[in-house]
């Protein structure tokens, strides 16, 4: 009878401490959460982390696209989201000085200072920092792009996924 107990009590520990040590997660409506990860900060919000998305110019090289931001219900003017690309290339160039606006609808959105974060025989990685609010309108616009030395287009499934992505977070 005692070994019944404290298998009971090891096994509610861990149970506790499993569900306990796991950062809270908030809901996203369904068909966007597999396409980001959420944290619930408390007071502060849920941070959102909107997992890769691809893009691609004409010349067919690629670039994929993720966002992170906090929000909480409203957007305040100070809100930005870092906003990290990679850009694939058969072989390595040398970096110039980049530019990156995200395009839609007819608005344009500039990046103000644009950080590489590596170069590899394929990749140059960036990371950068833009507006929540044009991020929102960026994700909720019904024609979207990158320029970024050229114009890089949305893939059909990256157009499919921005829709569910925005539904699910900003409620459009």
Not at 32 to 47: D, H, M, P
Not at 135 to 144: I, M, N, P, R, S
């Amino acid at each position: 009878m005692k070994n019944r107990i404290n298998y009971f009590y090891i096994l509610s520990l861990i149970a506790f401490l499993t569900v306990g040590c796991n950062p809270m997660r908030s809901s996203i409506k369904k068909g966007s959460a597999k396409l980001v990860e959420t944290f619930y900060l408390g007071e502060k919000g849920t941070q959102y982390f909107v997992k890769p998305l691809y893009f691609e110019n004409d010349n067919k090289i690629k670039m994929s696209v993720d966002f992170t931001f906090i929000y909480n219900e409203k957007i305040n003017p100070t809100d930005s989201a870092i906003v990290n690309f990679s850009v694939f290339l058969a072989k390595t160039k040398k970096s110039e000085k980049p530019t990156f606006i995200l395009e839609m609808d007819g608005k344009k959105a500039e990046a103000k200072q644009i950080t590489k974060l590596f170069q590899d025989a394929g990749q140059i990685r960036y990371s950068t920092k833009i507006s929540l609010n044009d991020v929102k309108t960026f994700l909720g616009a019904d024609t979207k792009s990158i320029f970024f030395g050229k114009k890089y287009l949305p893939k059909n499934a990256t157009l499919r996924k921005l829709k569910k992505i925005n539904a699910g977070i900003f409620g459009n």
